[in-house]
């Protein structure tokens, strides 16, 4: 069974870091298109990165340097290091697989391309 949980949100100044992890079960990190989003309440996911099964990352556009995706595939975990947050980055943040296309992700990076979810983490930026 594939699951996703994701930990490591928290609250945090503005200009400041944090780092959330995903750890994956059912699967392997090099087989499937992963993803990071987010969702504000009342809004939809946002795309943030898709790592592709080989290894290739595609950043959404506002993302400007301040977030970076990894993975350890000998951990089974997946990362996003948050930099530089601001409080409109204020979100819930949730980690995704995609079980078909064979590891790649494609161009986009929209959540109607993933159909596992991990529960999500929280992340607050006070001003």
């Not at 977030?67 to 204020?90: C, G, H, I, W």
Request: glycine share 16%; charged share 15%.
């Amino acid at each position: 069974q594939v699951q996703l949980v994701e930990s490591g949100g928290g609250s945090v100044q503005a200009g400041g870091s944090l780092r959330i992890s995903c750890e994956v079960s059912g699967f392997t990190l090099n087989t499937y298109c992963t993803g990071w989003f987010r969702q504000t309440p009342g809004e939809k996911h946002e795309g943030i990165a898709t790592i592709a099964g080989y290894g290739r990352i595609t950043y959404a556009a506002f993302v400007q340097g301040r977030f970076t995706v990894s993975r350890d595939n000998a951990r089974n975990t997946m990362y996003l290091q948050l930099d530089n947050l601001k409080p409109e980055d204020t979100a819930m943040y949730f980690c995704a697989a995609r079980q078909y296309g064979g590891g790649h992700c494609g161009g986009g990076i929209s959540p109607r391309d993933f159909d596992t979810w991990g529960q999500g983490t929280q992340v607050t930026v006070s001003s």
